[in-house]
């Protein structure tokens, strides 16, 4: 579905992405783990034509080179960033429904499907997003972007700052995610939620992968956890 190989990537002299190669099957979740710095992000942000790279990066056989990031929103590839963009003048839901691609086409998702999803949102859909707390809109911010039905996911950094309880709503929404058949690259500095929601994890390292493997495989190599993960 998602293939990338020798993807590059350079912020100004600095070579940030040093010939990543990574897939992502239909309805799998891989978490991509590292340190910060690692190029975790800007992986993500080539993903969506954020950021200039080099290589190859094909989405169901096409290439996504020199396509607008909106456009490669249009190809049903949805993007959670780490900033948690809401729309901060408009009601919880008035954001989610902006997420709608169109309306002619019939959608896995409702509304009813985001307030089961994360009860809280149910309570304040009437309530100004910029009003809302962190975690709140975080909730909102993965919510709108699966109103837009994408078959991919990429998502950055969902638990980061969150509170444990609001880790544990967001680990069950990615099951869901799973479990609904919609494939997710995920973003996790948190290695037990990466590990509990991932298929596959792909282990970041100088801007490249190091390792990929099953979160089992991770588990039992010590050694590239100490190397690359831990501080």
Partial sequence: MLQIDDLHAYYGQSHVLQGVCLEVAPGEVV???GRN?????T??????GLVDW????YWRGQSLAGLAPHDI???????????????????????????QKSRRK?????????????PQLAQRQHTKAGVLSGGEQQMLTLCRTLMGDPDLMVI?????GLAPQLVVLVGQFLHTLRQRGVSVLLVEQKLTIALQVADRVALMGQGR?????????????SDLRQEWLQV
């Fill in 54 to 57: 080099r290589g190859s990066l």
């Fill in 156 to 160: 950055d950094e969902p638990t980061e």
């Fill in 106 to 118: 019939a959608c896995r998702w409702s509304l009813d499907d985001m307030y089961q999803l994360f």
């Fill in 43 to 48: 992986t993500a942000k080539a993903i969506m």
């Fill in 73 to 99: 929103a249009q190809r049903s590839i949805g993007y959670v960033p780490e900033s948690r963009d809401v729309f901060a003048a408009l009601t919880v839901q008035q954001n989610l429904l902006l997420g």
């Fill in 37 to 41: 710095g690692s190029g975790r992000s």
């Fill in 31 to 33: 978490a991509l783990l």
């Fill in 209 to 221: 992968v190091v390792f990929t493997g099953t979160p089992e495989q991770l588990r039992a190599r």
